[in-house]
């Protein structure tokens, strides 16, 4: 049974800083393309960051030069720190592994960021 499960959310000031992971079984991350993506509320689910098997990141621009997504192949885990945080970043983040054959998603964490 493949799971991902989401930490590390919570309620921050703008400014602030929080680190998300997530944490994988079931599935050999190294295989697949690791992301994650938000949900504001009302609103669709967005990309945020994704990295190749690679290692090749890419962001969304808005939050380029802000967040970094990371790899820890060997603990089957993904990171996410998120700088410089700003109220419109509030969401709920999801990890997802997708391996163009199969995608995974997490429940999510909740981000507040409060003005």
């Known amino acids: 049974q493949v799971q991902l499960v989401e930490s590390g959310g919570g309620l921050v000031q703008a400014g602030g800083s929080l680190r998300l992971s997530c944490a994988a079984s079931?599935?050999?991350?190294?295989?697949?393309?690791m992301a994650w993506y938000r949900q504001a509320p009302g609103k669709q689910r967005d990309l945020v960051a994704t990295?190749?098997?690679?290692?090749?990141?890419n962001y969304a621009d808005s939050v380029k030069g802000r967040f970094t997504i990371s790899r820890d192949n060997a603990k089957n885990m993904v990171y996410l720190q998120m700088n410089s945080l700003k109220p419109e970043d509030t969401a709920v983040y999801y990890c997802?592994?997708?391996?163009?054959?199969?995608?995974?998603w997490g429940q999510g964490t909740q981000v507040t960021v409060s003005s």
């Open positions: 997802n592994a997708d391996s163009r054959i199969n995608s995974y």
């Open positions: 079931g599935v050999i991350i190294s295989f697949y393309a």
């Open positions: 990295i190749t098997r690679g290692g090749v990141t």
